[in-house]
């Protein structure tokens, strides 16, 4: 501990008011006179899903300057401020006290990873709903520099983590361009026709079905894999996936027999919900079946290489996506896309396309290994400088972005 700091329970320097609930009886979702907004874990992020009560029904308010933290998760200990009204009970209100501790400089030890962590740790329940326990809280050692340090600390955070925030924009931004540079690769190469190009729709070039339809009460606890819409989006990824359903051997082998499993460069194409996420069945796949409905299955494309027709339906997944912003549209039909019409050349240039997409495709990926790994390290960055700040240890040099 530094020189004239002091170290004390958090509790003799921070009172946490816990919220109230009213009847959700008297909820109403339209602003109207007499009532307040309710602020809830929900809505604080989103101002999406906004309730109202009669202001006699509400009694723990909050300013847009208050510290407020989120008690149950995720994320429990969810600190933020700049809202106003009522709040429930699954928020809480930090109220320090101002002649030990300057606001700022305490919002701020609130973000710090060890106390994170700490009450996260300590809100776990083995019966119940998680959530922070004000007595562990109030124990929590707390350091406290005079105000004047305090105030010069939370100077230098303030500026070194506006930096931040900025160089995080900045990544965000070049990989966002990344992206847009290969999108407009792909609508160039899907909008234009050649000599010996041929246009059809996708129902005229090869089958687009789904699987047979299992039942709830046909899953088991293991046997062959079953795919739903999650994993898909994992194998597309190519991230490890997390297999919780499976179906007998015996109904997978009937299956195969009657009505045929996917192949060696089928398609398998999510369509409710997160919709377009693709993955192609790779030589000698390890069995698994998958839900109808949900998946589209894509065979029998003679005349396409699979890896064509993949960037095609990408590129009409991501146009379909731009033409429905704003809308509920949450769903793929089978219908729709066998009318997709598709220019395509031959096999063979078809071949040097996907080279070339490919080639650009892993590019793209580069730049956002790059910068997500530099976006880490700023994490990395943030933790450790909260952690040098209540430690005594901060100076503006150790800040640099």
């Not at 990408?314 to 731009?322: I, M, P």
Request: charged share 30%; with cysteine; hydrophobic share 35%.
């Amino acid at each position: 501990m530094r020189e004239g700091w002091e170290e004390v329970p958090f509790g003799e320097v921070c009172e946490i008011s816990g919220g109230s609930q009213p009847p959700k009886k008297d909820f109403i979702y339209e602003p109207k006179d007499g009532y307040i907004r309710l602020v809830q874990v929900r809505d604080y992020r989103t101002n999406k899903f906004m309730t109202y009560v009669p202001i006699e029904k509400a009694k723990k308010f909050c300013t847009k300057s208050d510290i407020m933290i989120g008690r149950y998760g995720p994320p429990i200990f969810g600190i933020f401020s700049g809202i106003e009204g009522a709040y429930n009970v699954a928020l809480m209100k930090a109220i320090p006290n101002e002649e030990k501790l300057d606001k700022e400089f305490f919002r701020w030890f609130l973000k710090t990873d060890k106390l994170v962590r700490f009450v996260e740790i300590t809100s776990k329940r083995a019966a119940g709903q998680d959530g922070v326990r004000k007595d562990r809280l109030y124990a929590y050692p707390t350091p406290i520099p005079p105000l004047q340090e305090q105030k010069q600390i939370t100077a230098i955070l303030d500026k070194a983590f506006a930096a931040i925030d900025q160089a995080k924009a900045n990544i965000e931004k070049n990989i966002e361009n990344a992206k847009e540079l290969f999108q407009s690769k792909l609508n160039e190469i899907f909008s234009q026709t050649g000599d010996g190009w041929v246009e059809k729709e996708l129902g005229e070039l090869g089958v687009l079905t789904s699987s047979k339809r299992i039942y709830k009460k046909e899953y088991v606890a293991e046997g062959i894999p079953f795919y739903r819409s999650k994993e898909i989006k994992e194998l597309a990824h190519e991230r490890d996936i997390t297999l919780e359903l499976f179906i007998t051997k015996e109904r997978y082998n009937e299956i195969k027999s009657r009505f045929g499993i996917p192949q060696e460069g089928d398609i398998l194409l999510t369509a409710v919900g997160t919709i377009g996420e693709m993955y192609v069945v790779k030589k000698n796949e390890a069995e698994f079946y998958f839900k109808d409905g949900n998946i589209m299955w894509l065979k029998n494309f003679s005349t396409l290489n699979t890896y064509y027709l993949k960037y095609a339906l990408t590129c009409f997944v991501e146009q379909l996506k731009s033409m429905s912003q704003g809308s509920a549209y949450s769903a793929l039909t089978i219908e729709k896309l066998k009318k997709y019409s598709i220019s395509f050349p031959s096999i063979k240039e078809q071949e040097n396309i996907v080279k070339k997409l490919d080639e650009l495709l892993n590019f793209q990926r580069s730049i956002e290994k790059a910068y997500k790994e530099k976006a880490n390290s700023i994490e990395e960055l943030k933790k450790s400088i909260l952690q040098k700040a209540f430690a005594g240890e901060l100076t503006n040099k150790e800040v640099e972005v």
